[in-house]
């Protein structure tokens, strides 16, 4: 089974940024995939971004793409989410999540076995 914790959640104006962290623990970091996952009040939680064991691959939402870039160090059992250009309809709840099956990724939540209790990020117009 993986912890995960989310931490760099906030307020930010809009054309803000800010980087979002998720601290792992309980398996070897560097055999799963992670995942991005946000979700707005009244939604569904919907994907992000991903990213794969070695970080040499990632995926990302048409929404997101070119505002958004998610890396990870594996060495300190890390993933991040650095988030630009911000814009108010980016606010949610954001998760970090592990997918344990694959070194690969995937865009579907169901995919993903262990989840983050969330970090608000919320923009401001």
């Known amino acids: 089974q993986v912890q995960l914790v989310e931490s760099g959640g906030g307020l930010v104006q809009a054309g803000g940024s800010l980087r979002l962290s998720c601290a792992a623990s309980?398996?070897?970091?560097?055999?799963?995939?992670m995942g991005w996952f946000r979700q707005a009040p009244g939604k569904e939680r919907e994907f992000v971004a991903a990213?794969?064991?070695?970080?040499?691959?990632?995926y990302y939402a048409d929404s997101v793409k070119g505002r958004f870039t998610a890396s990870r160090d594996n060495a300190k059992n890390t993933v991040y989410l650095q988030m630009n250009s911000l814009k108010p309809e980016d606010t949610a709840v954001y998760y970090c999540?592990?997918?344990?099956?694959?070194?690969?990724?995937?865009?579907?939540?169901?995919?993903?076995?262990?989840w983050g209790p969330g970090t608000q990020v919320t923009v401001s117009s």
């Open positions: 999540a592990a997918d344990t099956k694959t070194r690969f990724y995937s865009a579907y939540v169901n995919d993903y076995d262990s």
């Open positions: 309980g398996r070897t970091f560097s055999s799963y995939a």
């Open positions: 990213i794969s064991w070695s970080g040499g691959n990632t």
